[in-house]
């Protein structure tokens, strides 16, 4: 099991940048791929983003090429690095770390609320 714990929310300027971090512990050495999620109320989580153990990395048509997905393995962090912020990017943002074949475990989440 992978226990996960995001930080970098908060209230943002509709056009700012944010980063968000996500570090992670325990059997990493078992998934394939990490990647962070978001749910906004009254919506399902959707895949905001995802890179393999390899980097190849996918992103959401919402998103792409405003945001940025890294992961550092030496100090064991995810990061979503998002610009161009817009209102409608207002959610809780989950990190998650997936096991083959098809286990997910997330963190607590983190909120994002872009004023306009």
């Known amino acids: 099991q992978v226990q996960l714990v995001e930080s970098g929310g908060g209230l943002v300027q509709a056009g700012d940048p944010r980063r968000l971090s996500c570090t992670y512990t325990?059997?990493?050495?078992?998934?394939?791929?990490m990647a962070w999620f978001r749910q906004a109320p009254g919506k399902e989580r959707e895949l905001v983003a995802s890179?393999?153990?390899?980097?190849?990395?996918t992103y959401a048509d919402s998103v792409r090429g405003r945001f940025v997905i890294t992961r550092d393995s030496l100090t064991n962090t995810l990061y979503l690095g998002m610009s161009t912020l817009e209102p409608e990017d207002t959610a809780v943002y989950y990190c998650?770390?997936?096991?083959?074949?098809?286990?997910?475990?997330w963190g607590p989440g983190t909120q994002v609320t872009v004023s306009s």
């Open positions: 998650g770390a997936h096991t083959p074949p098809a286990t997910w475990d």
């Open positions: 325990g059997t990493i050495f078992r998934t394939d791929s």
């Open positions: 890179i393999t153990n390899r980097g190849r990395t």
